[in-house]
């Protein structure tokens, strides 16, 4: 018998044991709280038609659903979202009721991912829907019931965020931002890259007051004063609307003391084209994933027949049960008992950008002494003082080591963090380790790059290629990813042209080469994981406040 058929495929897996009663004993919780909030329980089809799920009537891409065809020919997908299908029920069993809906589900999930990030492609969710009720107190409810099946399940450290996908779509409309515009500000802002929101907002031409609160939307969080800032820059009508109903949502929670879990991040809008309101997401210490999301979609219900109000949300069981058996395994436990303070690790990308980084860390008074040692064959690196660790690692890898939350602090270079793509938080340009990503080659190849031609292109960046002649020149080309001397490629006539960083140009002359276009200016980077951000957001926010007062205050001398 061959070993390979003993294998599950990549991104499911067998549950069974001690940690299939875990996982049970959890949804078993959740599921009481479920019911006694006053919720139902409902079970949809493993599969659906495509279209239940396609374009906006869902939040997972088409690129990354399981589709099928059946014997008539129908296009058929594991369902990779839960949410539409009880939409589909209600429009087609409740179709008039006016009276509050309120059910529930507990179900398997599936969306095809990339291969090697370590993620799943089958996770189970417990969901409850809320229809028919478009109040304060139904957005709050629902919040109440995150907080409740959380804390069910065990978590004592979490963070729910509340947002609002009607404070951005306010100031947007009010800017008079174009859909493309709409999209560039709001990928910036995700990802909560000040810099660059900054200096977009700079290029247009709108008030004073609007590009402050374009810019605090990157990086504005925490707890109610926060609205009141944003208060104080507006006098939209609309946007002061959605600010107060989140003021109002915060004060029925406080009444049930569940304001301490909660905390306002306006820059959270990664569906903003799929929620009408409200926006959750749901966060814990020892992953780097969301552990719960939801919001109000009142255009939802309406593409199936029913003009309704809903809201909804999501437990994703398997990186909750995930935190929870490393929260147990770590010394989190002992952290919590003896309430001292829990480490902020950095990975740093080898080499000069790693010794560049930590001159400028010592200057805002982070040290590390034994990072100094050149003899040490130390992997990690601990200052318990000021409770920081820090390593060195491949520059290609430190994205992956922020996003998955091993590390919580990351300084690499651009070209990494677009060529590797990586859902973090790229907070800051620290203003070293400049350089520039080209497209270079003869003297004899600018023509056929002006012209449109078909070529080949060398690069170490296939990322960045594909984007800079798919999207930015709309030039098909084809694309050889090579892991040595680039320059190589087009002398012995393996490509055209090559994408690579060109920091002094020498090497090209050398060879004969010239820089024919640029595709961008890159600097070292800060980036941040995302659940980081959120649960140590205070030291965090410390350390990048005092990098930019840094930078600002060596460029007022330059």
């Known amino acids: 018998m061959r070993d390979s058929i003993l294998h599950t495929p990549d991104g499911v897996r067998d549950i ?145 965020d509340i947002g609002s996908a009607d404070f951005f779509r306010a100031i947007t409309d009010e800017a008079g931002f174009s859909e493309s515009e709409i999209e560039e500000i709001k990928a910036l802002i995700v990802s909560k890259n000040y810099f660059a929101v900054t200096q977009l907002v700079e290029e247009k031409d709108i008030p004073e007051s609007l590009k402050q609160i374009f810019a605090g939307l990157s990086e504005q969080y925490g707890g109610v004063e926060t609205l009141r800032k944003m208060k104080a820059l507006t006098e939209n009508i609309k946007a002061l609307k959605s600010l107060e109903r989140l003021e109002k949502i915060y004060s029925i929670l406080e009444k049930g003391n ?86 902020i690790t950095f990975a740093l990308a080898k080499g000069r950008l790693a010794t560049k980084t930590l001159e400028i860390l010592e200057k805002i008074g982070i040290t590390c002494e034994e990072m100094k040692d050149e003899k040490t064959r130390k992997l990690i690196f601990v200052n318990e003082e000021q409770k920081l660790k820090f390593f060195l690692a491949k520059a290609t890898d430190v994205p992956t080591y922020v996003e998955y939350g091993a590390a919580d602090i990351g300084v690499v270079g651009k070209d990494t963090i677009l060529e590797e793509d990586r859902d973090i938080y790229e907070v800051m340009d620290l203003g070293i380790g400049k350089c520039r990503m080209c497209v270079a080659g003869p003297e004899s190849a600018r023509e056929v790059l002006n012209n449109g031609q078909l070529i080949r292109v060398a690069t170490k960046y296939p990322n960045i290629a594909k984007e800079y002649f798919h999207n930015k020149k709309n030039q098909t080309v084809d694309i050889i990813k090579l892991n040595g001397s680039i320059e190589l490629a087009p002398i012995v006539g393996l490509s055209e042209v090559i994408v690579d960083i060109v920091e002094t140009g020498t090497t090209l002359k050398e060879n004969g080469l010239k820089i024919l276009e640029e595709v961008c200016t890159l600097y070292a980077r800060v980036v941040v994981n995302s659940v980081s951000m959120k649960m140590e957001h205070e030291r965090i926010a410390k350390i990048i406040k005092a990098l930019r007062e840094l930078k600002k205050n060596e460029e007022k001398v330059d």
Not at 118 to 123: A, F, N, P, Q, T
Not at 293 to 298: E, L, M, N, P, V
């Open 16 to 160: 069974y044991g001690s940690e299939y009663a875990k996982k049970a004993y959890v949804e078993e919780n959740m599921k009481e709280q479920m019911r006694h909030h006053g919720f139902c329980q409902i079970a949809t089809p493993t599969f659906e038609y495509f279209d239940i799920f396609n374009k906006e009537r869902g939040t997972v891409p088409s690129k990354d659903m399981y589709k099928f065809i059946d014997r008539d020919g129908e296009t058929l997908v594991l369902r990779p979202d839960i949410t539409p299908q009880i939409a589909r029920c209600i429009a087609k069993y409740n179709r008039f009721d006016e009276e509050a809906i309120k059910l529930f589900y507990h179900g398997n999930t599936f969306v095809n991912n990339s291969e090697y990030q370590g993620k799943l492609k089958e996770v189970t969710q417990i969901g409850a829907e809320l229809v028919n009720d478009g109040s304060e107190e139904a957005d709050a409810s629902m919040a109440e019931l995150m907080i409740a099946c959380l804390k069910s399940a065990g978590l004592k450290k979490f963070r729910v």
């Open 258 to 343: 569940n304001e301490i879990y909660v905390s306002f991040d306006l820059g959270m809008l990664n569906q903003y084209n799929y929620y009408t309101g409200v926006i959750f997401q749901a966060y814990t210490y020892k992953t780097g994933d969301v552990i719960a999301a939801g919001g109000r979609y009142d255009n939802l219900l309406s593409q199936f027949g029913k003009d309704a109000p809903a809201i909804g949300i999501a437990v994703y069981v398997d990186p909750l049960v995930t935190a929870l058996t490393r929260q147990e395994t770590s010394s989190f436990e002992n952290e919590e008992k003896s309430n001292e303070t829990g480490y």
